[in-house]
């Protein structure tokens, strides 16, 4: 069963510091999605990406954040500065098929 | 308005007993999904439907896109169906997932 990877698994950081979070897509995938989830809330959608390109943000994906495909496997979102409203659980997931939908394990962010 | 709805928001079964979970949605779409949280966080697709039903060992979806009107259905259920099952929504292919709130499902020995 393919799959879609995300790294690291949990991550504290400190308000203001910049974060990383990594997804390595299912190799033959070329379309891909970031969402987080506050503890308690639902998934929410932040951004998708294709072609190399944000086909589409959402409110919540201001300047802060930004997304890119840096070696044609990673798939990366980063929090320039973060805020403690940023703690949540962020989720890559990736499909070829724009139906069927392949979701990492997600990445806990804290931040203190 | 939430676009996506579910009830219950929680569940506590018996194991072996017959569960439906509720989704009704406010939108025209290509595709719904069920999909399973388990504890850890991680989310798992279920069903992908655009009409009908489908079967997958003891779980069962439909979906009446008339009625905008989604159901998941657990047979003979057992503690390791205990989860969250989550609702969610496409207006289109690739387009974002609509997520709705989730049903805490627990189902004890």
């Known amino acids: 069963e393919p799959e879609v990877t995300q790294t690291p698994s949990h991550q504290v950081t400190q308000m203001g510091q910049e974060v990383i979070l990594r997804c390595v897509p299912i190799?033959?995938?070329?379309?891909f999605y970031w969402y987080r989830q506050i503890l308690g809330q639902k998934v929410e959608f932040l951004v998708s990406?294709?072609?190399?390109?944000?086909?589409?943000k959402s409110e919540i994906f201001d300047d802060q954040f930004s997304v890119e495909r840096p070696d044609g496997s990673n798939f990366t979102l980063k929090i320039r500065s973060t805020k403690l409203e940023d703690s949540a659980m962020y989720f890559c997931?990736?499909?070829?098929?724009?139906?069927?939908?392949?979701f990492g394990e997600g990445s806990w962010l804290t931040v203190v | 308005k939430n676009e996506v709805e579910q009830s219950p928001q929680n569940l506590t079964a018996q194991e072996g007993e017959f569960i439906t979970i509720n989704c009704s949605y406010s939108v025209g779409i290509s595709a719904l999904h069920w999909l399973q949280q388990h504890p850890g966080g991680g989310i798992v697709s279920l069903f992908m439907l655009s009409s009908g039903k489908k079967k997958h060992g003891r779980l069962i979806a439909t979906i009446n896109i008339q009625e905008k009107h989604s159901s998941l259905h657990i047979t003979a259920s057992h503690p390791r169906d205990s989860a969250v099952y989550i609702c969610a929504v496409q207006k289109t292919s690739y387009d974002k997932v609509i997520f709705g709130p989730g049903t805490s499902l627990s189902v004890i020995p």
């Open positions: 190799s033959n995938h070329l379309y």
């Open positions: 997931a990736s499909t070829s098929t724009g139906l069927i939908l392949y």
């Open positions: 990406f294709y072609n190399n390109e944000i086909s589409e």
